[in-house]
């Protein structure tokens, strides 16, 4: 017993003692922030990697290592993490890893904005291509044809030359990566000086970096990481809710959730609780959007298309405002965003559900709009001209007299005799009068 708490108070001890040495560590400076870029560079993306600089700024960390596996992302969001880069004064390190990782399209301008560039092995960079020019699929890009087409690629080979001349990387390979989508693995680009080192795991990255030298904004520093403390920086509650959001398809699912709950609550005044979803669905729609490449004509479309729903309801056009309607909001769903990012277009397989349904809820309307005008009438003027009463009474000479139909008494009118008990049959009406005259006893309705 006594040695089972003689072993656990010494497990307390090593534990304190090393968190007490890690904080020291870390209040001295001798700590690096660890920020996790995996997935696509999207705006949530660039917040948490800003907000990770910063916070390692103010925390005096004395290096940033962006550990990356991303397949590419937006330009914007790229161009904002590597102003964050340049701007700071704290040491940035990327990191491709683990293996089978890779820092492809806007991982790659990443890698050559940072200080420090490193690689796992078994870890790929390259195919920095702009998408608009790569030919969807394909492996090889398409040529630019168009001014537009030339003036994106030019702009991506300055920028990545001018970041590669920044670092004193290779220059002529990052033209190459753009130009013809050149990739390479992690010992290729280490011998071609696109990268300055490959580590196998964290450890060895510190061990790797003990001793160098860098230049930042706030000038040269040499780097200590022996006995560095790794802290891990995560994304928080607020950046996974902009990384939900800010997807394509739920930005879309938002926008529609928001117009159709404020429709509701119009058709329904004081429902209160559509109109408070949907007008906070809309209002994160509309940030979203904000954040996102979108393309404000297929947004435009959408609306319209939802616009001629609305009035169908209000103008017998004869499903003519429905169907241009379902076709304005498929091309608004087609052209929403204005990218051809994998991952920043909103679902093919929820536009055509949606569409599907719209089609089918407009082709039944239609279908039980044909239907009722083939029924016959039940109700008003139309319907009586097609009934048969029973007389009260003898009518008077005149030809007045007082019929029941469908329970109700009549005042009626006929040219030819009307005894009491006679069927008689509605051939017209004047105002509150029945036109009536004797009608055949086996071809009548039950009164």
């Known amino acids: 017993m006594l040695r089972t708490l003689g072993i656990g108070f010494l497990a307390l001890a090593a534990v304190v003692l090393n968190t007490g040495v890690a904080q020291a560590a870390a209040n001295t400076g001798n700590a690096a922030l660890l920020l996790h870029v995996d997935g696509a560079i999207s705006p949530a993306m660039a917040d948490y990697v800003v907000r990770g600089i910063e916070v390692a700024e103010q925390q005096h960390d004395q290096l940033v290592i962006l550990e990356m596996d991303t397949p590419g992302g937006l330009d914007s969001s790229m161009r904002s993490i590597i102003k964050a880069i340049l701007a700071s004064p704290v040491p940035v390190v990327t990191y491709a890893a683990p293996s089978g990782s890779r820092a492809a399209s806007a991982g790659t301008y990443i890698l050559y904005a940072s200080h420090v560039a490193a690689m796992a092995p078994a870890t790929n960079l390259g195919a920095a291509t702009p998408v608009q020019l790569a030919g969807g699929s394909s492996s090889t890009p398409a040529k630019p044809e168009t001014a537009e087409q030339r003036k994106i690629l030019n702009d991506a080979l300055a920028y990545i030359r ?12 990052a033209a190459q990566a753009v130009r013809n989508a050149a990739s390479l693995t992690a010992e290729e680009a280490l011998k071609q000086h696109v990268i300055d080192l490959v580590a196998a795991n964290l450890p060895d990255l510190l061990a790797q970096l003990n001793g160098r030298t860098v230049s930042t904004e706030a000038g040269s520093v040499t780097l200590h990481t022996t006995g560095m403390v790794l802290r891990d920086y995560p994304r928080g509650a607020r950046i996974k809710f902009l990384e939900v959001i800010t997807d394509p398809t739920v930005a879309y699912l938002l926008l529609l959730l928001g117009i159709f709950g404020l429709m509701f609550e119009g058709y329904n005044p004081g429902g209160v609780l559509p109109g408070v979803v949907g007008a906070i669905a809309l209002l994160l729609a509309l940030y979203a959007f904000h954040v996102l490449p979108v393309n404000f004509a297929g947004l435009a479309l ?57 089609a089918l809820i407009i082709a039944g309307t239609l279908w039980l709009t044909l239907q009722s005008r083939r029924r016959p009438v039940v109700t008003g003027a139309e319907e009586l001209q097609k009934s048969t009463g029973e007389a009260l009474a003898d009518f008077s000479p005149a030809g007045d007299g007082s019929i029941r139909l469908h329970g109700e008494i009549w005042h009626a009118h006929s040219a030819q005799p009307v005894r009491a008990g006679d069927r008689v049959k509605v051939v017209g009406r004047e105002g509150l009068k029945l036109l009536v005259a004797p009608a055949d006893q086996t071809n009548h309705k039950e009164i």
């Open 162 to 173: 001018a970041l590669a001349l920044k670092r004193g990387r290779n220059a002529d390979w």
């Open 302 to 358: 959408i609306v319209l298309g939802i616009i001629l729903f609305v009035t169908e309801t209000f103008v017998h056009a004869y499903g003519t405002l429905s169907i241009g309607g379902l076709a304005a909001f498929v091309f608004g769903s087609i052209i929403l965003m204005n990218t051809d990012v994998p991952g920043f277009q909103v679902s093919r397989g929820l536009i055509g559900g949606i569409s599907v349904a719209a």
